[in-house]
T-cell receptor, first 116, second 110 residues
Framework: DAGVIQSPRHEVTEMGQEVTLRCKPI?????LFWYRQTMMRGLELLIY????????DSGMPEDRFSAKMPNASFSTLKIQPSEPRDSAVYFC??????????????FGEGSRLTVL | GQQVMQIPQYQHVQEGEDFTTYCNSS?????IQWYKQRPGGHPVFLIQ?????EVKKQKRLTFQFGEAKKNSSLHITATQTTDVGTYFCAGQGGSEKLVFGKGTKLTVNP
């Protein structure tokens, strides 16, 4: 079975450019999470969706970040305009949430973003 | 908000030595999960603990959840080079979201 699929795997861009990261969750999973990983801050939850609806976006750093989930099989995380401090690995994760305990998160392989 | 602290940040051991990482939450948790991330890889789920005082074992790995459901530990007996990576705990409080600790990076000298 295919796992969580993220693209691109690597992105190098210049400050000020728009960046779009994409995620396809595991089929049948109804919760989707975007995490950012840096050496300094570790794994930070940016936003999560349940049944395509954003539930908690309190981790989104600022208005330059936005995330959408137009359907159950696709989500995007957009940064506009990008800044060097946005350089990080961005992970998407999904699971089948049925209420109560969250259960195992299945992570994609990540998108490594470098903003020059 | 909910915070999850993990110590130590780094641990270097000789192959065959034991290893332990500790996790503490600022709030009572409904459950705690452990993940392993190999260098250059992504976090992979190891286990979930739900009950107060719960102890679970996976071969050389022993996981504990504290009585107050605010702390947890992962112990590896007789480390091997395949154990290299960063071990994260992740706690769930009153909402769906998991808050990750900063991880313990384990290196093993053969």
């Amino acid at each position: 079975d295919a796992g969580v699929i993220q693209s691109p795997r690597h992105e190098v861009t210049e400050m000020g450019q728009e960046v779009t990261l994409r995620c396809k969750p595991i089929s049948g999973h109804n919760s989707l999470f975007w995490y950012r990983q840096t050496m300094m801050r570790g794994l930070e939850l940016l936003i999560y969706f349940n049944n395509n609806v954003p539930i908690d976006d309190s981790g989104m750093p600022e208005d330059r970040f936005s995330a959408k989930m137009p359907n159950a099989s696709f989500s995007t995380l957009k940064i506009q305009p990008s800044e060097p401090r946005d350089s990080a690995v961005y992970f998407c994760a999904s699971n089948a949430y049925r209420g109560g305990n969250t259960g195992e998160l299945f992570f994609g392989e990540g998108s490594r973003l470098t903003v020059l | 908000g909910q915070q999850v602290m993990q110590i130590p940040q780094y641990q270097h051991v000789q192959e065959g030595e034991d290893f332990t990482t500790y996790c503490n939450s600022s709030t009572t948790l409904s459950n705690i999960q452990w993940y392993k991330q190999r260098p250059g890889g992504h976090p992979v789920f190891l286990i979930q603990l739900v009950k107060s005082g719960e102890v679970k074992k996976q071969k050389r790995l022993t996981f504990q959840f504290g009585e107050a459901k605010k702390n947890s530990s992962l112990h590896i007996t007789a480390t091997q080079t395949t154990d290299v990576g960063t071990y994260f705990c992740a706690g769930q409080g009153g909402s769906e979201k998991l808050v990750f600790g900063k991880g313990t990076k384990l290196t093993v000298n053969p």
